[in-house]
C-alpha cells in the first residue's frame, strides 16, 4: 500500500527558490559522485557554486526535485541552452524531421541530474528525468555524459540519442553528446 511517506513528490523550483535547499540537494550530489572526488569538478561546493553563478542565473532555469520520506532523492536541473543552432545541426543528422524546424529554435540543455545512492534503482530517476522534461516549451533537448559513464545507457533507454562527441573545455574527456525530441 503507497502511502505519503513511500511515493515520490516532485517539486519544481526556480533560481531564487533552490537556496534554502542547498544542503539536501549538495548531499545528494555527494552521495552521488562519492566515488570521483579526487577531481575538484566533482566536489560539491564546485557543483553549488557552478549551480549559482553559471545556471540558475539562465532566464527559463528550473530545477526538479523528487522528496521522498521529507528528503530529497535525486534533483534535475537545465536551461535553455545558448547555441541552439550547434545541437540542432547535429541533431538534424539523427532526427530529419528537424530540418523543417528553424535552425535557431530554441533547445533545452539538460545540465545536472543525480539521485542518492539509496533511492536509485527504484524508478524515481526516470519520474524526475520525465518531470523537468514534460513541461518544457522547446521541442528538443540536449546533454553531455561522459562516454564511460553508465548513465548513458540510461539516457537511450529514456528516448535520448548520440548526435556527436565533444570535449567542451580542454581539460574535460570526450563526451557523448545525446538529444531528446519533447513533446
Known sequence: MNTDETVLKVVRYTSSEIPRHADEIKAVYLA??????????????????????????????????????????????????RRPAEARAKAAQVFPELAAEAADAPVYIFREFSVHPDHQRQGYGRIIHDAVLAERPERLAYLLVRRENPAGELYASWGWRVIGQARPVADWPLM?????RLG
Open 176 to 180: 557523448d553528446e545525446m538529444a531528446k
Open 32 to 81: 552521488a559522485h562519492r566515488s570521483r572526488q579526487g577531481d575538484s569538478w566533482y566536489c560539491p561546493a564546485n557543483f553549488w557554486a557552478r549551480l549559482e553563478q553559471l545556471y540558475a542565473p539562465v532566464p527559463g532555469f528550473e530545477l526538479v526535485a523528487g522528496w521522498r520520506d521529507g528528503r530529497i532523492a535525486g534533483y534535475a536541473f537545465g536551461t535553455p541552452y
